[in-house]
């Protein structure tokens, strides 16, 4: 394989998609209203557990502009049963109906569907359905609903524990009860929403006469969709098309698969009419998969020196009602204990999780998996570690990292760090925040009896994942490949297809940026098409941070097979070795006679022209498919650092500084990489501060609208000051590390340091989040009576 | 179904006429009648700012709004933003600074930052923050999107146009 070499990869090109999205002509699920489009709406459970002891639909049925009303045991004939299978062991597979069957596990659970002739009417129609429910109790806790006597939601597993697992290395208890200093709290992150702008929506239309099936959908992952409505409707794969174009953000919440998405495909196949469905937002503060909601009890132990020893935790994750499709409900527990070793030394260590069904939304994958309380945990005993120690903060860390020799690295769990910058990242943001005159403002301010504190996060995570390693673990389907498919016109222009799908990532520019310099063509010459199973070779979507490790790693293995086509028949046409000649910018020349050119143009059309005008035996045409698989997966690494100030009237955070020092490998665009650090980074400030999903102890959402749910607004947020330590990953094509998750993995563990640090005097230490005013007076008030 | 009420109204210079049942939104009566699909339905509770309009040079929740309450109107939406296939200096300044990344919410906010230069032609850093606060962004973390209204501000002060 050639050596990969930047030209236009690392420029600030401004994105192509952003013309169409600034001038309203997106194309989003809802933007599309094919001829004779009927609308759906769904009817939802009220109750959080209960029986249906009746469901009726008649009367709806016959209201002027209904079209079907469809009930789960009527769907339940039209396509097979949804199970999210795991070969992990201490793992219960349970059942997923896209509309509920006899029973429903959360509020917002979908009963019925109706399909009508507008939406209006489809949901007028919502109230004429007869239903019944004889209400079940309701588990709201996980740790409650983990009990023996607990009302149990899944009969057929026999217990709401779902699963279990355990990391371990070493002797964890022994190392930890010997260390010379111990820390340990109860951590909690509260259950958190995506809240994408964009609700989730879908529109599924069956075509007779070819026996097509085309699902457009506000998905992350249409190629993942595609393999599993082929098994699930029992269609051949190659009569499905599934279409994400424009999408209105994922962070996780749009990767799975949904009971709607599944709905619309079956009753459109019945009806043979296009259905349309899009979220409200209610819905979407329902339905879409929560995240987090997890409990962690952890101790750390280290020397006198502040040399760790050993790191032990027990997790428990409320994973809601029914465990999620293709992911299962083990992947954020399993990340969990996956990852709780962090960028640190581990010599010995141990993590167990269970997963614990409750009747809430199901739990799937968000922005940072795992990550962000793995780091809020460790970066948070490391604090306290280094207040028992009286060492600095910054200190214990660069003491602790892995070092540089010591890549690859194995983690406790198995995971293998190929190379990270942690040392230089750290020190490169003492070094940005001015870390000695911070921390002298820091002793004037509170001389002056203000409560300010710094707070560091550091994060290692793995990113780009290929075959080795399931992203979710024993998942029966695979996710460690992509592919590009390249093809060149007679006219020289070049078409990119990917299976990836981004929902603002910047896929098209990025990845045109990558099949130009590996190809050798001009960028304005490269079009790239995502997220259409019809037009791309086979791959699942945009999760992980894997686009652009997978999709760039495959993009540059077929630019630079076509390229190698290209001279080939360009030395034909010129009467020279294909190996003395290369190609930039459209335009192939010899090297050491860079005056003779060929346009690309030419070399492109001659392609296309037979036989008599190409080398002997070669095969016309230009175009070409290539797969990329990883492997293991590269790490990415950050350190971040804040400093905030908590008001002492209103109790409200105000952060003053957010610093971002991190290693992503070779940037692409670093436009692009700011902008997904930073909104990483505010959703991270969001769910430190804002941002809780509440349910009552009947299982009721309390949360239901924005009004509840406090996503930041431009008011709450600051510039976010981002620096990179760009070193290529040593492992992947191209040197890319994956990049999107990473804001969100860090600000929360960072912003609660500095908040512990800012009332370190009152010896409070913060251990869940979001970090509301009441919180935080409770807090304080109790720190103060107990004096 | 109720009875259609006829309503016309102007939309971006262009008078358009339509029957709609009195409980149609303004925003689906744009979308769906009309077929201009550029105001965005996010949350339809008045909270998350993507079918932000102008209506009589104001700014306003297309989703709160009846198609029946806009009769007689003169509307500005985001496909109203460009002349001639010329960008506004706001959405230039938008593509300039990476004020969008998902492009869901740009419509919205597009609008609300046209409105608060129309009141405020020279907005501080904070100013502009609470101008675009009715419009949520999940994506941006709105650091490109101030930027964007920064730069776009000074390009129409030097135009001399508040437009």
């Not at chain 1, 529109?203 to 249409?222: F, H, I, M, V, W």
Request: glycine share 8%; hydrophobic share 40%; aromatic share 6%.
């Amino acid at each position: 394989m050639e050596e990969f070499t930047p030209k236009i990869v690392g420029a600030r090109v401004k994105r192509r998609e952003d013309r169409r999205l600034l001038t309203g002509q997106g194309a989003y699920v809802d933007d599309h209203h094919p001829p004779g489009m009927l609308h759906a709406a769904f009817l939802r459970s009220p109750c959080a557990h209960a029986r249906i002891t009746q469901l009726d639909p008649a009367a709806a049925q016959t209201l002027e502009g209904v079209v079907a009303v469809v009930t789960g045991k009527e769907l339940a004939r039209w396509v097979k049963p949804v199970r999210a299978a795991s070969k992990m062991r201490e793992y219960k597979e349970t059942g997923f109906p896209p509309l509920a069957i006899d029973k429903v596990r959360h509020v917002g659970e979908a009963v019925a569907v109706v399909v009508a002739e507008s939406r209006y009417l489809a949901e007028d129609a919502l109230e004429h359905i007869v239903v019944e429910y004889d209400p079940l109790p309701a588990v709201a806790d996980a740790e409650e609903a983990s009990r023996p006597e607990a009302p149990v939601l899944h009969e057929d597993a026999g217990s709401n524990v779902l699963l279990s697992r355990e990391f371990a290395r070493g002797d964890v208890d022994a190392a930890v009860e010997a260390a010379a200093v111990r820390v340990r709290a109860r951590f909690r992150f509260r259950r958190h929403a995506a809240v994408c702008m964009e609700n989730r929506g879908c529109l599924a239309d069956y075509n007779t006469g070819t026996s097509e099936l085309t699902l457009r959908s506000a998905t992350q992952c249409p190629g993942l969709l595609r393999d599993a409505l082929a098994d699930l409707l029992d269609m051949p794969e190659h009569c499905i098309r599934v279409v994400a174009a424009d999408v209105g953000g994922g962070f996780g919440a749009k990767s799975s698969l949904y009971p709607e998405e599944i709905t619309l495909c079956a009753v459109t196949r019945r009806l043979e009419r296009p259905i349309k469905w899009i979220s409200d937002r209610r819905e979407d503060l329902m339905t879409t998969t929560q995240a987090w909601d997890e409990v962690v009890d952890a101790e750390l132990g280290l020397q006198a020196d502040g040399t760790i020893v050993g790191l032990r935790a027990d997790v428990t994750t409320d994973i809601g009602a029914y465990s999620i499709y293709p992911w299962t409900a083990t992947v954020e527990p399993i990340q969990t204990i996956s990852f709780l070793s962090g960028p640190y030394r581990m010599p010995h260590y141990r993590g167990r999780n269970r997963g614990v069904a409750t009747c809430k939304a199901p739990m799937g994958p968000y922005r940072g998996v795992g990550r962000p309380i793995t780091t809020f945990v460790l970066e948070g005993l490391m604090d306290r570690a280094a207040r028992k120690l009286n060492m600095d903060a910054a200190e214990l860390r660069l003491k602790n990292y892995i070092q540089a020799d010591e890549f690859p690295y194995k983690t406790p769990s198995g995971l293998v760090w190929d190379q990270a910058s942690l040392t230089e990242c750290m020190q490169k943001a003492r070094e940005v925040l001015d870390y000695y005159t911070t921390k002298q403002w820091r002793i004037q301010a509170r001389a002056e009896g203000r409560w300010v504190g710094i707070g560091f996060a550091t994060y290692i995570e793995l990113t780009g994942v290929g075959s080795a390693i399931p992203v979710s673990p024993g998942m029966p389907i695979s996710t460690g490949t992509e592919a590009a498919f390249l093809r060149v016109d007679p006219s020289g222009t070049v078409t990119a297809a990917f299976s990836v799908a981004p929902q603002g990532q910047g896929h098209e520019t990025a990845l045109a940026q990558v099949v130009a310099d590996a190809l050798g063509v001009s960028l304005d010459d490269v079009r790239v098409i995502c997220g259409d199973t019809a037009l791309a070779p086979h791959g699942t979507g945009t999760y992980a941070s894997r686009s652009a490790v997978l999709a760039g790693g495959a993009a540059i293995r077929a630019g630079q097979a076509l390229k190698e086509k290209a001279l080939k028949i360009a030395g034909h046409m010129m009467e020279s070795n294909p190996a003395d000649l290369d190609m930039q910018d459209s335009l192939v020349f010899v090297c050491d006679k860079p005056e003779r050119t060929l346009p690309f143009r030419e070399v492109a059309k001659t392609a296309y022209a037979g036989l008599r005008r190409l080398p002997e035996d070669m095969e016309p045409g230009l175009e070409v498919t290539r797969f990329y698989d990883p492997f293991f997966g590269t790490a990415s690494s950050a350190t971040h650092v804040t400093v905030v100030e908590v008001d002492k009237e209103t109790y409200a955070v105000k952060i003053q500084r957010y610093i971002v020092v991190e290693d992503c490998g070779r940037i692409i665009n670093p436009l692009i990489v700011d902008g997904q650090v930073r909104g990483g980074v505010a959703q991270g400030i969001g769910a430190a501060l804002y941002e809780e999903v509440v349910y009552d102890e009947q299982g009721q959402l309390l949360t239901g609208s924005l009004v509840d749910y406090l996503v930041p607004t431009a008011s709450e947020l600051l510039p976010i000051e981002v620096h990179h330590i760009e070193t290529p990953s040593p492992t992947t094509l191209g040197g890319f590390r994956g990049m999107g998750e990473g804001g969100t993995i860090g600000a929360p563990a960072a912003i609660a340091n500095a908040v512990s640090d800012a009332l370190s005097h009152l010896g409070i230490e913060i251990n869940e989040i979001p970090i509301t005013p009441d919180k935080l007076f409770r807090l304080v008030r109790e720190a103060e009576n107990a004096r | 179904m109720s009875e259609r009420r006829q309503i016309t109204l102007t939309i971006n210079g262009t008078v358009h006429s339509g029957q709609v049942e009195p409980r149609k939104l303004l925003v689906d009566f744009l979308r769906e009648d009309l077929g201009l699909t550029g105001s965005h339905v996010g949350c339809e509770h008045g909270i998350c700012g993507a079918c932000t309009i102008l209506v009589n040079g104001e700014s306003a929740r297309s989703c709160l709004m009846l198609a029946v309450q806009a009769n007689g109107a003169e509307l500005m939406t985001v496909e109203g933003l460009a002349e001639d296939g010329k960008l506004h200096p706001l959405q230039a300044a938008f593509w300039e600074h990476h004020g969008l990344q998902c492009g869901f919410c740009t419509p919205g906010m597009l609008m609300a930052a046209y409105d608060l230069l129309q009141t405020n032609p020279t907005p501080s850093e904070e100013e502009i923050r609470a101008g675009v606060s009715a419009v949520l962004c999940r994506c941006t973390g709105y650091q490109g999107i101030v930027q964007a209204i920064q730069a776009a501000a000074e390009k129409l002060r030097a135009r001399g146009d508040g437009r």
